[in-house]
């Protein structure tokens, strides 16, 4: 099914094999998922200020560079 870990809102719109009921439990098990990991979906926390170069608290690594 979804994975909660990596989920995002746009993962819930449509889905397959599910009607809206089974659906919207899914959905309330992932908000549920996402009040216990204090709603960190999008926050990404720095161990450093703002640079091209930053170090992340993350399980991939610490040390990130940026270029735009």
Avoid: P, V
Avoid at 29 to 34: C, M, R, V
Avoid at 39 to 54: F, L
Avoid at 61 to 68: C, D, L, P, V
């Amino acid at each position: 099914m979804i994975e909660f870990e990596n989920a995002t809102f746009k993962d819930f719109e449509n889905i397959s094999k599910l009607n809206i009921d089974e659906s919207s439990k899914i959905f309330e098990k992932y908000l549920s998922y996402k009040k216990y990991d204090d709603h960190q979906s999008y926050r990404i926390i720095s161990k450093s200020g703002c640079s091209s170069k930053m170090i992340l608290e993350s399980k991939y690594g610490q040390e990130f560079i940026s270029f735009k």
